[in-house]
């Protein structure tokens, strides 16, 4: 089947699914409660929420750039807080959850287009280093809190989730360290000589080797994600406390927030959309929160990033693609 049809159909398909459970969770939800709830919303709270988005897109600006150095491409920080906004922007209305990872490999191979394979590496990389903060902040938290999970049997499917992920993200990395693999097991070795554009599999191999050797770049990197998701919990206490009277436990929120997030970025629907609305209907659920005003928070949370990530918009209008600076140059 030619590719293009089938990204077309697999779009069509996460259509199809985003609407089948975004109906389903409205069938669940008084639809008229939900309008009131929406309007009784304390605008105090949410007016908070923008400096924290603007906050997060700042920081996963920053971190890419401390990738992107590592690599010696060395875009200015205004090139890459403009590069990752306009990826922000397409992120927020282009199906799936990539579509911002490919404007800013696009921009930065223009700008360095002499490591095409590295500016790919530095995008891979970043995925990662957010994925890592994530499930790091999920560690702590079910070390500290994992008996909440156990309660319920609908939580304890998400903490077998989580652990599945976490184990299956560390056997990864492990993976990717392991420099000799091709050579040491033969196996491995043949499978990857048979694999088509092996020449430029070796050069982003090689560019994911360069990061074993830069230990305090991935460190500071990943604080910053750290950072980012820990913004993103308290984007949802905020809402918490505009919708409900009294708000929601910060160490609850800390707790299923991320993991609400890691759940959501399964990409069967479009965005996460339908999928993290009926996630904070269940979770917040058990704290004896009205499905009406847990859909509420999810759709408020979704739809304020969204509203955050819109005036990247203006930035890719403005901005005019330049290259990278030589390392001597200023940073």
């Not at 050579?183 to 090689?206: H, N, S, T, W, Y």
């Amino acid at each position: 089947m030619n590719p293009t049809v089938k990204r077309v159909l697999f779009t069509l398909l996460k259509f199809i699914v985003t609407a089948g459970i975004l109906w389903f969770v409205l069938h669940r939800v008084d639809v008229a409660k939900l309008l009131q709830t929406l309007r009784e919303t304390r605008m105090g709270w949410i007016l908070p929420v923008g400096p924290v988005i603007l906050l997060i897109i700042f920081l996963t600006a920053f971190r890419w750039r401390r990738i992107l150095l590592v690599q010696g491409i060395h875009f200015s920080r205004f090139q890459a807080c403009a590069i990752n906004y306009i990826g922000a922007f397409f992120n927020s209305f282009m199906p799936g959850g990539t579509g911002g990872d490919v404007v800013k490999v696009i921009y930065a191979m223009r700008g360095a287009p002499e490591k095409k394979p590295q500016v790919l590496m530095t995008i891979v990389v970043d995925r990662l280093v957010g994925m890592a903060g994530l499930l790091g902040v999920i560690a702590v938290m079910l070390a500290v809190d994992y008996r909440v999970l156990l309660q319920e049997r609908g939580l304890q499917s998400a903490l077998v989730f989580c652990l599945t992920v976490m184990a299956a993200f560390l056997g990864a990395i492990a993976l990717g360290c392991w420099k000799d693999l091709p050579r040491q097991v033969p196996l491995v070795g043949k499978i990857f000589d048979k694999l088509p554009m092996r020449e430029k599999l070796v050069q982003l191999a090689e560019a994911y080797q360069v990061y074993m050797k830069a230990p305090y770049a991935l460190a500071v990197a990943y604080g910053m994600s750290v950072l980012v998701h820990l913004s993103g919990v308290l984007i949802t206490w905020l809402i918490a406390q505009a919708l409900i009277p009294g708000g929601l436990p910060l160490r609850y929120l800390l707790l299923i927030v991320p993991i609400i997030n890691l759940l959501s970025s399964i990409p069967v629907t479009l965005a996460g959309v339908g999928v993290r609305e009926s996630l904070y209907v269940v979770f917040l659920g058990y704290l004896g929160v009205a499905n009406e005003t847990g859909f509420a928070v999810g759709f408020l949370v979704y739809g304020l990033t969204l509203l955050g990530a819109l005036p990247g918009g203006i930035v890719y209008l403005l901005y005019r693609q330049e290259s990278a600076e030589e390392p001597a140059g200023r940073k």
